[in-house]
């Protein structure tokens, strides 16, 4: 390693070493560097498997932790009950600006910055700004509360770009996924999909929505309503597509359906890009040109939200003191079971930073260039 990169990487690790500090935390270094999956799950040094398939404590345990292959089905925190409101960016209190500290508070935060850049337009009320310049890798805000069933519609503007993708979608713990993605080679279609447990088919469900006016000039309201037996996703209120589960039901009689609690997620990310996949890049509209009149002008891409209304959905209505879901004891891949729970979602303790055996760096290092090698986020 070079001198200019080792010093980048003691600044910042001796930058997150004082924010912890300052915050009351404290930090022990792990020996654990496996990677986790289902079959190969975390040990209980580094007990939580992150989004990325890493295993660590602190912020692992959060937001995007599996717990089907972490140490055990406690070892994530549980994730914060979904709550009924309409979410307007008059301003940016309510969203937590750095993941890395975050404490699991969902009371105090509604969203979570995970990466990128964001800024308020503090015009016509107030919309959201998210980011994308050649270097930040992208932009992506998560939501504190999950969702276990709703209707959850956001009203935005998308980019415009080649290469340049605009998503809203629903993420869980375990890859089941729900999504809106809008490639800004064309901005009068938008594109659904769903994925079950990271499984890819061998013949995707995405669909093409056709006839959108103008989603770089225009607001629309982008709704995806996810309920036990069936999902449907509509523009401005009509709908455009319905998917039902049993339709998904495979020929071993499982089903390939999202059924577990999610974060809802929207981005701005770079996918023309020589990291990506060919089939990717193809798929978004070709490579970015970052000589674009409109990036030299402002400096960056952007796509604007306006609000996120989000109408909870519960089988069995929560009692009053639920604060959270948990996986329950039985949970398996086949058949996760989610309750209830009013266990704390904060975190508390000691962190312990995982290192990835494939990479061989540490987590906090992972960062754009990891984003970029995966292609999406």
């Excluded at 404590?57 to 009950?81: H, I």
């Excluded at 020589?274 to 002008?297: R, V």
């Excluded at 639920?322 to 058949?335: C, F, P, R």
Aim: with cysteine; proline share 5%.
């Amino acid at each position: 390693m070079g001198r200019f990169p080792l010093i980048v990487s003691l600044a910042i690790l001796l930058a997150i070493f004082s924010a912890q500090a300052q915050s009351g935390q404290t930090w022990q270094f792990a020996t654990y560097d496996e990677s986790s999956s289902s079959t190969n799950p975390c040990a209980a040094l580094a007990p939580c498997c992150s989004s990325f398939g890493f295993c660590g404590d602190g912020t692992y345990c959060l937001g995007g932790c599996n717990p089907l292959a972490s140490f055990s089905l406690a070892s994530c925190k549980p994730n914060p009950v979904c709550q009924s409101a309409t979410y307007n960016f008059i301003n940016n209190s309510r969203i937590h600006a750095n993941a890395s500290l975050y404490n699991g508070n969902a009371t105090a935060y509604d969203w979570v910055l995970n990466r990128g850049n964001i800024f308020n337009t503090n015009s016509s009320g107030g919309e959201l700004a998210l980011i994308l310049t050649k270097d930040n890798g992208g932009t992506r805000i998560s939501s504190t509360h999950y969702v276990h069933y709703g209707k959850i519609t956001a009203t935005m503007k998308t980019g415009r770009w080649d290469g340049v993708v605009t998503a809203f979608i629903t993420m869980s713990g375990i890859k089941d996924e729900i999504d809106w993605e809008f490639p800004g080679a064309n901005t009068t279609t938008g594109q659904t999909n769903l994925f079950w447990q990271g499984n890819i088919p061998n013949k995707t469900q995405g669909e093409v929505v056709t006839g959108i006016s103008d989603t770089y000039f225009n607001y629309h309201a982008f709704t995806i309503d996810w309920q036990p037996d069936n999902l449907t996703f509509l523009v401005d209120n009509n709908v455009v597509r319905t998917v039902n589960k049993a339709d998904t039901i495979d020929a071993n009689g499982v089903t390939h359906y999202p059924t577990t609690p999610s974060s809802i997620q929207i981005s701005l990310w770079p996918a023309g890009i020589n990291t990506s996949a060919p089939g990717t890049i193809k798929w978004a509209g070709g490579m970015i040109n970052w000589k674009d009149a409109d990036y030299q002008s402002a400096g960056h891409f952007y796509a604007l939200v306006k609000s996120v209304d989000v109408q909870c959905t519960n089988s069995t209505p929560p009692r009053q003191n639920i604060t959270s879901y948990v996986y329950g004891s039985n949970s398996s891949a086949l058949t996760p079971n989610i309750a209830f729970s009013n266990q704390s979602t904060l975190l508390n303790g000691a962190v312990i930073l995982g290192v990835s055996r494939s990479l061989n760096v540490p987590w906090w290092l992972l960062g754009a260039s990891f984003l970029a090698f995966i292609g999406n986020f």
